[in-house]
């Protein structure tokens, strides 16, 4: 089964692009790869998704490798609101995207 | 506003009691979701449901039951709790298809004495 790889956390100082590494060596050729966040005491909510190429949004971009083993979230400019555990999740088409694939999250502290 | 409404927000029970916790959105959605998130494990799917009566079993499912009678309601049902079912507990909903957003709810924190 395909599982995905998160840093326990990261640091980052404010106004500075952040990378958040994701790893799913496992996954197979149509699992969509989602982006969450969770600030605190919030519920998790939705940063950005791909599939094969490179995305952006207003809150963010998702590179994604060649072989689709990997994928980063990248904060262009991170701010003290940005702080919260990003997780990266894979939603398979298989079973229409009813079983997910979580990883454990990587909590983000943002100095200012 | 389109949302995800959980409640009880916060609940103390004992164990053995009977609990619900509802879960209800407006967006007219036909897929929902449960997870739990426990510190050390992040969040884990419990049950999910692809439409009305469609329900199937996520990584977690022991010791919860589910229904979908109707669109907008995804009832978490736990029918005898037990002490390791404390925990944060969060439904969510999305269109059909791998590549919809998910919307989460506000949370449900549930303590089992």
């Known amino acids: 089964d395909a599982k995905t790889t998160q840093p326990n956390s990261m640091e980052s100082n404010e106004e500075e692009p952040v990378h958040l590494p994701c790893n799913h060596s496992?996954?197979?050729?149509?699992?969509?790869i989602h982006w969450y966040r969770q600030l605190p005491s919030q519920g998790p909510e939705y940063v950005i998704h791909g599939l094969t190429s490179n995305v952006n949004n207003r809150m963010a971009s998702l590179a994604i490798a060649e072989d689709r083993k990997s994928s980063t979230l990248i904060l262009h400019r991170a701010t003290l609101r940005d702080a919260a555990v990003y997780y990266c999740i894979l939603r398979p088409r298989y079973n229409q995207g009813g079983k997910l694939i979580f990883g454990q999250g990587t909590e983000l502290s943002v100095k200012p | 506003e389109a949302q995800v409404t959980q409640n009880p927000r916060y609940l103390i029970t004992v164990t053995g009691k009977k609990l619900t916790v509802t879960c209800s959105q407006n967006?007219?959605?036909?897929?929902m979701s449960w997870y739990r998130q426990d510190p050390g494990l992040g969040l884990r799917q419990i049950y999910y449901?692809?439409?009305?009566?469609?329900?199937d079993k996520g990584d977690v499912p022991e010791g919860y039951k589910v229904s979908r009678k109707e669109k907008r309601n995804f009832p978490l049902i736990l029918e005898s709790p037990s002490p390791n079912q404390t925990s944060l507990y969060f439904c969510a909903s999305s269109p059909p298809g791998p590549h919809q957003p998910q919307h989460f709810g506000d949370g449900t924190r549930l303590s089992i004495l």
């Open positions: 496992t996954i197979s050729g149509t699992d969509y």
């Open positions: 967006m007219n959605h036909e897929y």
């Open positions: 449901s692809m439409n009305v009566e469609v329900t």
